[in-house]
């Protein structure tokens, strides 16, 4: 399956959008490739979303890593 950026990351943070103030907008593609590591840092270890909100599952996380690893493709 290939993971893209509007199918499959976008939705993973647009749930949190209302619940939480950002520093980068995790919905907009540039913001999110931009900064896609120490994204992938602050999901993988537990980090973000902070701890009143539920946190991605191994799957979510395994889904953002393959994007990354895959170039971030957007479509």
């Keep these: 399956m290939a993971v893209t950026f509007?199918?499959?990351i976008r939705p993973l943070f647009s749930k949190w959008k209302t619940m939480m103030t950002w520093r980068l907008d995790l919905?907009?593609?540039e913001d999110v490739?931009?900064?896609k590591d120490i994204i992938y840092h602050q999901i993988s270890s537990g980090n973000m979303?902070?701890?009143n909100i539920a946190?991605?599952?191994?799957e979510?996380?395994?889904m953002f890593k393959q994007w990354m690893d895959n170039d971030c493709p957007e479509q």
Aim: avoid cysteine.
């Design 33 to 35: 490739k931009a900064n």
């Design 55 to 58: 946190t991605l599952t191994a």
């Design 49 to 51: 979303p902070p701890p």
């Design 6 to 8: 509007n199918e499959n």
């Design 27 to 29: 919905e907009n593609y």
């Design 60 to 62: 979510q996380i395994a």
